[in-house]
């Protein structure tokens, strides 16, 4: 059974920093692409980043571009997403979402996690 797991979510201030961690079990990590995706209130879901299996091709949405950082570690499973000079219009939930199937973005028929709740305060 493939489970992912988010964690790290958390009330910051603007300017602070956060760093996101998601967990998958069940499946063989190094053959997914991982992406960490957000959805504010009233807002549609839009990609933040993505990481290829390797790690050695990544993406960023313009508006985290400088900001923020997606990393592996593929020993512990694991997917991070370090995020700085965080401001209030990153407040969202974020998700962590993997793929073996394509280049960088998980699909929807992806395994997806359950959220992580980001808030940032003016």
């Known amino acids: 059974q493939v489970q992912v797991v988010e964690s790290g979510g958390g009330l910051v201030q603007a300017g602070g920093s956060l760093r996101l961690s998601c967990t998958a079990s069940?499946?063989?990590?190094?053959?997914?692409?991982m992406g960490w995706f957000r959805q504010a209130p009233g807002k549609e879901r839009e990609g933040v980043s993505c990481?290829?299996?390797?790690?050695?091709?990544?993406y960023y949405a313009d508006s985290v571009k400088g900001r923020f950082t997606i990393s592996r570690d593929n020993a512990k499973n694991t997917l991070y997403l370090q995020m700085n000079s965080l401001k209030p219009e990153d407040t969202a939930m974020y998700y962590c979402?993997?793929?073996?199937?394509?280049?960088?973005?998980?699909?929807?028929?992806?395994?997806w996690g359950q959220g992580t709740q980001v808030t940032v305060s003016s």
């Open positions: 979402a993997a793929d073996p199937d394509t280049d960088c973005w998980p699909r929807d028929t992806g395994y």
């Open positions: 990481i290829s299996w390797s790690g050695g091709s990544t």
């Open positions: 069940g499946l063989t990590f190094d053959d997914y692409v």
